[in-house]
């Protein structure tokens, strides 16, 4: 109203007054309020993850309660931890990645202290795919400390989901050490066919092995290895993340110990997938092969109903049975994209 109260006295100021100026303030307070109540009502649904000294983040909401189904968003700029980071190199890029002591992760971030890149190869193939198509950008699910969403930021929109907090505080402080912030939204949620708080274990020397658990402590890896209990975290649908999309053509990376069977559902996951072009997903096949025969078709028919097949990482479809399947599988819609 003061915006409106100002108007119409800059047009008692120029001599405007009569019909013709009460009917330009009422059309220009109109569009005014207009533009100013839809800002409004869409930013009382925007909250914003704070990492407070602990290591832990809070959500500020405006006073009104957390909506479950709100993806908790992570500022970079908000980590204030020191870690150690070190300069990646990967197709021509450079890019800092914050890593464990060896003592808490004697795989991945070993293999990034030697100098060398976990996984380098199919990790370049997706980049290669979003340099292809700039209309693509990434879906990392399960990202860990960010091998596959550092360097994609540099070179596409990325969104990251992460569960365990250590890892995602350190993806969160490369990111801002990197500089691709305005390109990278990051999760700290877990996707599921549930939306509820669930712990999480984790092996004690690896921590790319975070695996959602429905106790109060973890006792073993899904693999039977001796395991450390983190601390609770938020799950979500794969729907929840449909507001935070920024094009309609996306690749995927599912990396989530087990628990990729409980991602794709109809019900949870199913609009992403009528809404985004999702023409590759890249996905851990390890430890899903091991479910209970209907929970592995009722992913598989997931995908099977929208027209995907099965590959190999080089290019080969898969037709044998799946529990015959590599450890890492890649689900193409047709017409098949070329993983070079």
Same mark, same amino acid.
């Given at each position: ?104 992760? +004697?795989? %991945? @971030?070993? $293999?990034?202290?030697?100098? #060398?890149?976990?996984?380098? *190869?199919?990790?370049? =193939?997706?980049?290669? /795919? ?58 700290? +949620?877990? %996707? @599921?066919? $549930?939306?509820?708080?669930? #712990?999480?274990?984790?092996? *004690?020397?690896?921590? =790319?092995?975070?695996? /959602? ?128």
């Amino acid at each position: 109203m003061l915006v409106c109260k100002f108007l119409y006295e800059r047009m008692r100021m120029i001599g405007l007054t009569g019909f013709k100026g009460t009917i330009a303030v009422v059309v220009t307070c109109t569009i005014f309020l207009t533009i100013f109540m839809y800002n409004r009502l869409n930013l009382t649904d925007v909250y914003i993850a704070i990492a407070d000294n602990l290591g832990q983040h809070k959500v500020e909401d405006a006073g009104k309660p957390v909506n479950e189904s709100l993806p908790r968003v992570v500022i970079p700029t908000s980590v204030n931890q020191n870690f150690q980071c070190k300069t990646a190199h990967l197709l021509n890029m450079k890019f800092p990645i914050c890593i464990y002591d060896v003592k808490t992760d +004697n795989l %991945i @971030s070993r $293999v990034i202290r030697r100098g #060398r890149y976990f996984e380098a *190869k199919v990790v370049s =193939g997706c980049l290669r /795919l979003l340099l292809s198509d700039k209309r693509l950008q990434l879906v990392d699910i399960g990202a860990n400390i960010g091998l596959w969403s550092l360097p994609a930021a540099r070179i596409s929109k990325v969104i990251s989901v992460e569960p365990n907090w250590n890892s995602m505080s350190r993806l969160a402080k490369a990111v801002d050490l990197g500089a691709v912030s305005s390109n990278i939204t990051l999760i700290h +949620n877990a %996707i @599921s066919n $549930v939306r509820t708080t669930l #712990r999480m274990g984790v092996f *004690k020397t690896n921590q =790319g092995i975070a695996f /959602l658990i429905r106790t109060d402590k973890c006792s073993v890896t899904p693999t039977g290895l001796p395991c450390l209990t983190l601390p609770p975290t938020k799950t979500i649908f794969l729907n929840d993340l449909l507001p935070l999309m920024r094009s309609r053509r996306a690749l995927m990376k599912v990396d989530t110990e087990g628990h990729e069977v409980s991602v794709f559902t109809n019900s949870t996951a199913g609009d992403f997938f009528d809404r985004i072009d999702v023409p590759v997903v890249f996905l851990e096949w390890v430890l899903c092969k091991r479910h209970p025969e209907d929970i592995v078709q009722r992913l598989l028919n997931f995908f099977y109903s929208r027209n995907y097949s099965p590959f190999n990482t080089r290019n080969s479809k898969l037709t044998s049975h799946y529990f015959r399947w590599p450890d890492d599988i890649i689900f193409k819609k047709i017409p098949y994209m070329h993983i070079s």
